[in-house]
């Protein structure tokens, strides 16, 4: 695959990446752990979506570059201001659970992504995303475990769970397969469960990737009313039109969140707003799926194990409840209202006015980000409604996004479909907190925020007008374009 040097992120791929690997996500430039990078270059997936990204980026160069994370201060990671004293407390108890690497004895596995939220959810502060070192390679072998790590598992690259795309009988599957298990560790004595076969899943292209989303505002994010995305959704509507930009709600459809796997979880008919495919509703919701998902630890909304292997399990189902003897209530609260409760309490990221590049760039950058089209589904800002917590009633929430699902064309396709989202169809990433991270788009396939702009056109993309205009900005635009997005 060609390379262009555009970014910082693709020089360190020139140097890092494995040269028909053609993932690129390596991490930038700066960040202070450049000195491993040498050390994982493991090939990953050869993908017909990757060398989309390159064909993109060769017919676009330009004098822009991707400025790279901004430094200190991170401003993100504190609670809402205006909380109360039990809002507070709730808020602590939350981060500390969120942060508690767990064991097999506490539910842990059998197969699980890693052991805490923290590992995966930790950049630029707890409630983020994938930190520059992904804790999922030391954890393959922690406590002895015998993990083989994955070929698109990298030192320096993102934190990655796996979907296969199909079943061996060429039926939909679309689920998580988690990279690990706890067989050979130290705390699961007699334990004997497998890996799936990631190199044969990777060799049949069967497989796909999700980093994490990061979860600071994720409260004004679940207290916008219905009403509020579907009459955005309405606005400008012919601007939308001329570019050929849709966006539809993500309905949550009774036994149908994942399709072709029947029966797995009913709901109410309302939006789901969370995850990369807006698939999941609540973040009580999505706290107890990713407890049980990632980590293996079943809990009151998902009280089944994943794996069953009796062998495996060292503790009762399920394996985290409330404790209805605590001390206190709030210390009694079960893990996942905890989580939930820490999650919904987390004030939003704040941007910078001045870095990088000065205000008058970040501002021209602004407009510019209206003017070229990106606001059409990059919503600046949506407003929640009556909300019980007094701290997230009737707030501005400057998302940008419209949490609403766009077809992203052939290139960022991953061909798995979530509720009424196709294999196409992604949300409107949100971009608050984007000057933090280090990684880009759902499978985290590039570190270069020009390269994750330019990937938005392939064909069939909704964002295929917009792009077109982007690429026409003479650089000095596209320079206080892409200041304005890492001042986020
Ligand atoms: C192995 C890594 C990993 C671990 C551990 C993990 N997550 Fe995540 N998290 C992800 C990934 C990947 C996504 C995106 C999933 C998707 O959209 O399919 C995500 C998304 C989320 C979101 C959605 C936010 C949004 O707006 O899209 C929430 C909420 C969340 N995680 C909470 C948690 C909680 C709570 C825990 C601990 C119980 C946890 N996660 C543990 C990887 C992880
Ligand atoms: C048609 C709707 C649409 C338009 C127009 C659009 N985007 Fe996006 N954007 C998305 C979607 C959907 C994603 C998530 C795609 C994925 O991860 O596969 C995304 C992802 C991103 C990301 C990566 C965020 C992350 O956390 O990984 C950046 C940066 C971004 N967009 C910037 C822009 C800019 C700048 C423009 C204008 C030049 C723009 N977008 C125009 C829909 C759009």
């Known amino acids: 695959m060609k390379r262009h040097v555009i970014g910082s992120g693709a020089l360190l791929c020139l140097l890092a990446c494995n040269g028909g690997g053609g993932d690129d996500a390596a991490m930038p430039a700066g960040t202070a752990t450049k000195a491993i990078e040498a050390v994982q270059a493991a090939p990953s997936a050869p993908s017909e979506e990757m060398a989309a ?20 201060p991170f401003g993100a990671g504190e609670p809402l201001a205006g909380l109360g004293a039990y809002e507070l ?11 508690e690497a767990e064991a097999a004895d506490e539910g842990l596995g059998p197969t699980m992504n890693l052991d805490s939220c923290l590992g995966c959810h930790s950049q630029p502060a707890a409630g983020g995303t994938s930190p520059p070192i992904n804790p999922q390679v030391a954890f393959a072998s ?17 934190v990655r769970e796996a979907r296969f795309v199909r079943n061996p009988d060429g039926t939909p599957d679309g689920g998580v397969h988690a990279l690990f298990t706890i067989a ?9 469960v497998r890996q799936p076969d990631f190199a044969t899943a990777l060799a049949n292209r069967n497989v796909v990737f999700r980093i994490p989303t990061p979860v600071f505002g ?49 709901n109410d008919g309302t939006l789901g707003r969370f995850g990369w495919k807006a698939q999941n509703k609540s973040l009580l919701v999505f706290a107890g799926e990713a407890y049980n998902v990632e980590m293996g630890i079943t809990n009151d909304l998902f009280p089944t194990e ?53 205000s008058a760039s970040i ?36 998302l ?15 061909g798995v479909a979530q509720g009424q989202a196709s294999g196409r169809e992604f949300r409107t990433a949100p971009l608050w907190g984007l000057g933090q991270r280090l990684f880009f788009l759902h499978d985290g396939r590039t570190a270069d925020l020009r390269q994750a702009v330019l990937a938005h056109r392939s064909d069939g993309s909704e964002a295929n007008g917009v792009i077109t205009r982007y690429v026409n900005l003479v650089d000095r635009e596209e320079q206080d374009l892409l200041n304005f997005l890492r001042s986020l």
């Open 218 to 266: 994720a409260g004004l994010i679940e207290a916008i009313p219905d009403r509020e995305i579907l009459a955005n959704a309405a606005r400008l509507a012919s601007a939308k039109r001329t570019l050929g930009i849709r966006g539809r709600g993500n309905w949550v459809v009774p036994f149908q969140t994942i399709s072709g796997q029947a029966n797995k979880n009913g």
């Open 400 to 414: 940008f996004s419209d949490l609403l699902l766009h077809d992203m064309g052939t290139g960022l396709a991953d």
């Open 89 to 99: 407390k709730a808020f602590e108890l939350g981060k500390e659970d969120f942060s």
């Open 142 to 158: 922690k406590l002895s475990a015998t993990n083989k790590v994955p070929a698109f598992i990298r030192l320096n690259g993102p």
């Open 363 to 398: 501002a021209a950058g602004r407009a510019l980000f209206d003017s070229v089209g990106c606001a059409l589904c990059h919503v600046p800002s949506l407003r929640t409604g009556n909300t019980a917590v007094a701290a997230l009633r009737y707030q501005p929430v400057n």
């Open 53 to 72: 990204v390159a064909d993109a980026t060769a017919t676009a160069t330009s004098g822009a570059r991707d400025p790279g994370p901004r430094g200190a």
């Open 306 to 358: 994943r794996d069953e292997t009796e062998a495996c399990q060292y503790t009762a189902q399920p394996n985290s409840s409330a404790d209805l003897g605590a001390a206190t209530p709030v210390e009694g609260i079960a893990s996942i209202d905890k989580f939930a409760a820490f999650m919904r309490l987390l004030a939003p990221p704040r941007p910078s006015t001045d870095a990088p590049g000065g």
């Open 184 to 192: 050979g560790r130290t705390d699961a004595l007699g334990c004997q």
